[in-house]
């Protein structure tokens, strides 16, 4: 006749759903050391558990489940986990931040340790103008080329028509002009568009350029040194010097595109070329 069996095995191996056992078990895999997280066969089936526990939580976030499988085992190889009056309740708030913190740092283009501060994970997301629906003229003036309207024009001239260049097309061809001299193309991109981000948000482009220049956040966002960030904002809002302003140097790369020069034209242009050169993270050259 058949026999029935009882699967204890199954049961133990599910005990650690109960706080205690789990108290146990972490208890247990700390005492032989890290190597027993690697071939202990209850350690695999805690975190094949972990996966399942938290994958919607994962899924909510748009992480994958051993992503929070992940953070659940940082967590319990803490101590403050094996003493907590219910260890899975530590783990789930240690999972949650964590999903969290990597949703907000994939968001923001950050590191999650930055992500979980206050005051980095208060920003918006990190935003294309290419994928705004609007021009960024619609969104503020200092993007227009109007109110320069006093700044001469260079003796090559440009057609009046020409001066309704697109924003995006001098964004674009601002980064093609850092990256024919020497930069690297990410880090040329990332940096004309926080510049052009504060722009929109500024009353004109000297206020841009102070708050860019105060604003370290930005400058550790893109992992640049503060000479070339500081030179960098002088070659694309121009140099806030007064006794430059109608000059080249005085309108900056962005103005000279949107009022009418060309990409090529300010290629050629070898003073621009130098300044930008020296500029370059990693081929700089004395101070700013």
Known sequence: MPQHHNHRPRDRRRGFESSERLRELLTRLNDEGPGAWRSDPEAAALMQHAAQRYAALARKHGLDPWEAATAAFEAMRTAAVRRADDPWAVITRAVQITCIAENRANGLLCSVHQARRPRYSSFHDAERFSDRENPLTDYHPAFRADPFT??????????KSSGSTGVESAVEDTIALLCWNGWEPELARASIECITARLAESVSRAGAYESLRRDRHARALLDIPAPSWYRLLRII???????LSGTNAGRGVLLRLLIGDSLRHLIADSELETAIKVAAPGRMRGRP
């Open 237 to 243: 809002l121009g140099s806030p010097d007064t006794h």
């Open 150 to 159: 006093h700044d001469e024009d260079d003796s090559g001239g440009a057609s």
